[in-house]
């Protein structure tokens, strides 16, 4: 029995052998082009091809509850860490989905990683990590949302100017596009972040007629352009924002929908503002005024889009930490985050609209303040946070 023993052993290394041995030569003929969308993340095996399973865009919203952002990550100019963040492992991913939420997107900047002299070409090492970050997500049964973010240098919504970059635009989604072609549909795309022309009239409030006509047509660029790739891309789930991704009147009053069944409409919306975003030892106090506010959000968002039936996700949202002192026990900030953050996402979900926090990483110190989580350590800065968003979903 015992030589039995040794020769099945014998087979079995034998065995394995050959499969790492095939695992690598296959792993070396799909670098060259795009990512292996049958691989592993980080060890686990996860078939990143996957049928469309035939939802409709409002049922697909439907199944999603809460979102986080990593923010300031493969967005940043000059590469993925010179923003402080740290590298992006699956270990965070996973801690991110351990908390309960379900939806990740990923801010990416794309046209900086073109090759020089090859058509817009995307560099084939950074479609590689950028797949492999979408992985993270898929592999935790995530929702991803990908999208080209910080990009307004060159993408700039006035009809005047669409000519200039219209080819620079559809190669890179086209580019995009078929290398997740075969991806399930917890995968989306998001066509822009914030459109709109730094500096230009109205720049955060909607732009101008002009502006807004541009819009249309750099949603409906992206959205015929993605279909072109075919495969689960031709229903695959699509974000287009509005200008400025802003909720306003003036934004949402020209805003078209493609005549597309798989569409949703992306809004960002940090309300109120001088509650969320005001910064130093300037502390706003949960109130009534702060209600009325939230309220009023969701109310535009019915009157445009989901009395309509148009699924909305709102991509970002979220309320900075204005504490200085952050070893401060209790904490008030906090306690006044809780008691918004309750309100907001109550009324988004009896809106059906998932909200995704934007944690750009950073907690102390000046300026915009969102993180939530701690990268390096793997924790929430605040466990009662996390807590009360998580609360409304159950």
Known sequence: MKSLKNFAAILLSVSMLFVISSCNESSAES???????????????????????????????????TGWN?????????????????????????????????????PTTWERHFLEGED????????????????????????????????????????????????????????IAENFAEYGDHLLF???????????????????????????ILNKTFVETVRATGGNNEKRALLIPSFAAAVT?????????????????SLHAYTPYDFTFSAGKNIFSYDDSVGSSIDWLFGII????????IPVIITEYGSVNKIENFAEVPNPRYAENVKWVTKYLGRAKESGIPCVWWDNGAHFGTGELFGIFN????????????????????
């Open 31 to 65: 670098a060259d082009n795009t990512s292996d969308t049958s691989g592993t993340a980080d060890g686990d095996s996860v078939n990143y091809s996957e049928a469309i399973r035939g939802l409709s865009a409002k049922e697909l919203v439907a199944e999603m509850k």
């Open 70 to 106: 990593l923010g300031n990550t493969l967005d940043a100019n000059e590469g993925e860490t010179s923003w402080g963040n740290p590298v992006t492992t699956r270990e965070m991913i996973d801690e991110v989905a351990k908390a309960g939420f379900d939806v990740l997107r990923i």
């Open 120 to 175: 817009y070409k995307i560099d084939p090492e950074w479609m590689a990590r950028v797949t492999e970050v979408v992985n993270y997500g898929i592999a935790n049964g995530m929702y991803v949302i990908l999208n080209c973010h910080h990009e307004t240098d060159w993408i700039k919504p006035a009809t005047s100017e669409l000519d200039s970059f219209l080819p620079k635009y559809t190669a890179m989604w086209k580019q």
């Open 190 to 216: 998001e066509g822009l972040n914030e459109p709109r022309i730094i500096g230009g009239e109205n720049e955060w409030g909607g732009g101008t007629e002009d502006g807004r006509k541009a819009l249309n």
């Open 249 to 265: 009147d003036a934004a949402l009053g020209d805003f078209e929908v493609p005549d597309d069944p798989n569409m949703i409409v």
């Open 302 to 309: 019915d009157k445009y889009f989901t009395s309509k039936d």
């Open 375 to 394: 990268r390096k350590e793997l924790s929430w800065y605040t466990t009662d946070l996390i807590d009360a968003i998580m609360k409304v979903y159950k």
